[in-house]
């Protein structure tokens, strides 16, 4: 049996794109990284990674996305999609974290930190490729003496993380990218769901509920 | 064969609802899932938790639509979602569901007006109805008095200048302590009080086709204010009255200045007893026909969305998949 053909959706941070292949490599691969234009891009960006790879959206067998955390409006678009097309096509789902996704670009241990506007970011931190939980917080929280920080959150708070004794690492892409979703995607197929199994990582409740105390 | 099966989706706002209709007005299935229990607590919809409601709640919609419609996935022929006017976040939910279904399905995708929606929903009930028409669009975010005079042209004759009408019935449920909705806590309300005890202030009713509510919700406030002892519900009347007074006159005076042959209702607030009453009566005396659409029918839903998108798929093909949400979008007038 062939290995099962994976559509990977990114649209939780800054970029939005999407891959096409499988556990053996990316057919097909596009994204572009322009601020809240996620809605209009998304669906001619799978439209063209299957022309290019010569594939009908038919033959998809799993889809990948990023559930965040990221920009909420962006994470719905591509969650939304993702969980449309699975629904309709009847196929299972994978996700994939964007600080899972980030990581994996940087292949080392990092403690990685995404931009989560209002001077925090979500962070994490991987060693041996283990993850210790997504969090959001201030910058200062996601940053240890010594530590290497990667993401876009670490490039908006770079002076503040290098006076705490961290490293930021600019060679690393500081957001996900779809082929790093496709990639975890295709290792951990055998935890494929249903799509409403996958949800949104917000990790804030929105501004009404913290105020009124309730969820 | 033209596409005849539409799948509709609505999420603008805080009702995620999915519909199929076949034709443009035969209602197959028509799905709403309200968030008004979520919302309420907040005193008004929250958007960043609308538009979370609406990703739990869009798929699950869908899947009921269909299986109510007994229609199979590869029988809908286009898939129509509103892209605006709304709330951005929640008509992206429903915008990518959509062209995600559209996609796999390899149908056209529709972006359809939520405004324009509201005015097809009256045909869904009477598909024959004879145009010119004169359309009062009533609800929480807008109000405007509209010449329809043929399918899919309109003109906005007049709209409100500051507050909605829905809006004003929302403000005025919170100074009376009605909880949220507004709209239908003061409709009933209403019932029990004198819509004659107090003079509220009907603003430009003799003066061109604009509205504005804003005055009459102040006075309200100052009425209330100063005279603490008058029943609850003879204020909820008599400002019931004002508004509906103000709507329907200037809506008889377009239907004789525009030779229109009907009058009809569109939007949430079309919902109001005493406005469809005073609709009718209207009607009736001016020898105009009256449309009301069904209660179901007024408040936001997906079978106008799908009649909307039947008449826009046919008149200007498909939407492309890299349309997007637009939160201020306008009715297409001439
Ligand atoms: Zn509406």
Partial sequence: MSAPLILAIESATSCVGCALGTVDGVLAATHTVQARRHAESLAPQIQSVLAEAGRNVRDIELVAVDVGPGLYTGLRVGITTARAMAHTLGVPMVAVTSLEAVAWQAGADVTVAIDARRGEVFHETFTAGVGSGPAVGPPLDAVAPGRTVVGDGAEVYESQMLESGAMVDHAVTGYPVPESILALAAGRAHEACDPVGIQPLYLRAPDAVAKFGTA | ?334
């Fill in chain 2, 1 to 334: 064969m033209p596409a005849d099966v539409i799948l509709g989706i609505e999420t603008s706002c805080d009702e995620t609802a999915a519909a199929v209709v076949v034709g443009g007005s035969d209602v197959r299935a028509n799905v709403v899932s309200s968030q008004i229990d979520i919302h309420a607590k907040y005193g008004g919809v929250v958007p960043e938790v609308a538009s979370r409601a609406h990703v739990d709640t869009i798929m699950p919609v869908v899947e009921e639509a269909l299986e109510v419609s007994g229609l199979r996935p590869d029988e809908i022929d286009a898939v129509a979602a509103t892209h605006g006017p709304g709330l951005v976040g929640a008509l992206l939910v429903g915008v990518s569901a959509a062209k995600a279904m559209a996609l796999v399905w390899d149908v056209p995708f529709i972006g359809v007006n939520h405004l324009e929606a509201h005015l097809y929903a009256s045909f869904l009930e009477e598909p024959d109805l004879e145009m010119p028409l004169v359309i009062l669009l009533v609800s929480g975010g807008h109000t405007m008095l509209i010449l329809m005079e043929d399918h899919l042209r309109y003109r906005v004759l007049g709209a409100t200048v500051d507050d909605a009408a829905g809006e004003a019935f929302d403000k005025v449920a919170r100074v009376l302590d009605l909880g949220y909705p507004g709209g239908p806590a003061i409709d009933r309300l209403s019932g029990d009080g004198d819509p004659a005890a107090i003079a509220f202030p009907r603003a430009m009713a003799n003066d061109g086709w604009n509205f504005s509510f804003s005055g009459v919700k102040t006075a309200v406030v100052n009425h209330v204010r100063k005279n603490p002892d008058t029943p609850i519900a003879d204020v909820a009347a008599s400002f019931q009255e004002a508004v509906a007074d103000v709507l329907v006159t200037k809506a008889r005076k377009a239907a004789r200045e525009y030779g229109a042959t009907g009058l009809c209702l569109a939007g949430g607030v079309a919902a109001n007893s005493r406005l469809r009453e005073r609709v009718s009566e209207a009607a009736a005396a001016d020898g105009l026909r009256a449309f009301l659409p069904s209660r179901a029918m007024c408040t936001d839903n997906a079978a106008m969305v799908a009649a909307a998108g039947w008449w826009r798929l046919a008149a200007d093909g498909p939407s492309g998949l890299d349309l997007g949400a637009d939160p201020s979008l306008r009715l297409p007038t001439d």
